[in-house]
């Protein structure tokens, strides 16, 4: 395992929950390396040329920006190695060695917070069909949920989960700090968070929308406005916001 | 109940299971109010001028801009009545009855989807104290959520729950027209929605930020800005949202 982030540090879990055996654990801070390393019971090292080059499979779970160089560093071993970006062409690594493929979790991962692997997508790609094959075999062990996605569709994916979670966080992040300047309580509004998200679960977002923008109701988009008088840049979101909430289309 | 929209609803059902008697259910659209009125045993009126004018609250449950019209047709009756709006002053009601409270159940509500009212925030207002008593009771008997808010917070809570709710619904909306238009399956993104709004149960927004604005992660993002170039108004969006996440403070 090349990386001891959120990603690798679910990913290593499920695998060795799943009977997999975790050889290594590298990071060029070894404090994270051994962290991980303790809990799934594999060695840590912190110089990639330590790397056991024997391993079935090398998993580079790094930032976007270091996965080029990690296969770069690997490559004399030309063992089979995947990557879990959803930004990144496999090309990186076809570049280094043709067995290589994508082996992407599509959630919002934290250290803090357990979840169930069987759950999560995992977006496979493989650099032929033998390789698709054994890496949606190995999904399997671990997830409920393979899909095979092409490098093209997986940039796509990642995209769309910008918009799907990490704005949507962002504006979690708004809406508390409005509470917190007024001394109300974000408790307040996370049953309305929650039942948000699970609404969608069943019906399309179009279907569900509420709120005064979806109602074209502009005496409160504009009393809303006149609250957020103090700050140009949320008075600009909610406009923008608010104007893609109106074009919205039911199908 | 005056009005037979979501908020009637689901109100109306919660006050009837918990044993209050629902009198009657006004609407100007007969079929709407006769709908409503079956399921909570009421009688359906479509003129306001056969409202019964013995009982002991009228809930104003209409769209905000019929707030103080429909007010100021019950105001001969001098009956106890609330509205349950968000963004509209109690002040509104006052103008006709010193008997005047908001009763602001804070949850987005579809009449297709149930939900359990008992963990719905009901926020509370009354014109004076006895009222606000009154309120709280009542309330009690549907929620375990109570919360005395002036009118000043419930607006300030009412735009928070936009940019909760109703903004990242909207954002739910882009991602799965983002993948429906690279035919990939929208049950894709449902479980890091669902993630995402539980993660923020138990930790601040600020704290389990994920994704390329918060990693300052450039690359990434000129090559999402580059996906969406057959799209301004998405670019621009997009451009805000990160500008936004890039400036969040941890604290």
Redesign the interface.
């Known amino acids: 395992m090349i990386g001891s982030g ?1 990603v690798s540090t679910h990913l290593a879990a499920a695998l060795k929950n799943a009977g997999h055996r975790i050889i290594q654990v590298f990071s060029p801070n070894i404090g994270h390396a051994s962290l991980l390393a303790y809990h799934v019971g594999a060695e840590a090292i912190d110089d990639i040329r330590h790397i056991n080059a024997e391993t079935d499979l090398y998993i580079i779970a790094v ?3 270091a996965i080029a160089d990690v296969a770069k560093q690997l490559a004399g071993h030309q063992r089979f190695m995947v990557h879990t970006s959803g ?1 990144t062409d496999l090309q990186v690594l076809l570049d280094v060695t043709s067995q290589a493929g994508v082996f992407y979790p ?5 250290k ?2 357990e ?1 169930d692997f069987r ?3 995992l ?1 496979i790609e493989g650099a032929d069909e033998a390789i698709a094959k054994l890496l949606i075999e190995l999904g399997q062990t671990i997830s409920n ?1 393979i ?1 095979p ?1 092409d490098s ?2 997986r ?22 700090k ?2 917190a300047k ?25 279907v ?8 074209k ?1 502009e ?2 988009m504009s ?2 406005l006149q ?2 008088e103090d700050d140009v ?1 949320l008075q ?3 406009q ?2 608010s ?3 109106m ?2 289309e039911k199908n």
Chains 1, 2 share one sequence.
């Open positions: 959120n930032k976007d920006s930004a599509l959630q919002t991962f934290s803090e917070k979840l759950t999560v997508p977006c949920n899909y996605v093209v569709q940039k796509i994916l990642h995209l769309s989960a910008v918009f799907a979670c990490n704005f949507p966080n962002y504006l979690y992040y708004v809406a508390q409005l509470l007024n001394e109300l309580d974000f408790n307040l509004l996370k049953p309305l968070i929650m039942e948000t998200a699970e609404k969608v679960q069943r019906q399309f977002p179009a569900v929308q509420t709120g005064p923008a979806v109602r109701d005496q409160t009393a809303h609250l957020l840049f600009t979101l909610y923008l916001l104007e893609g909430v074009k919205m």
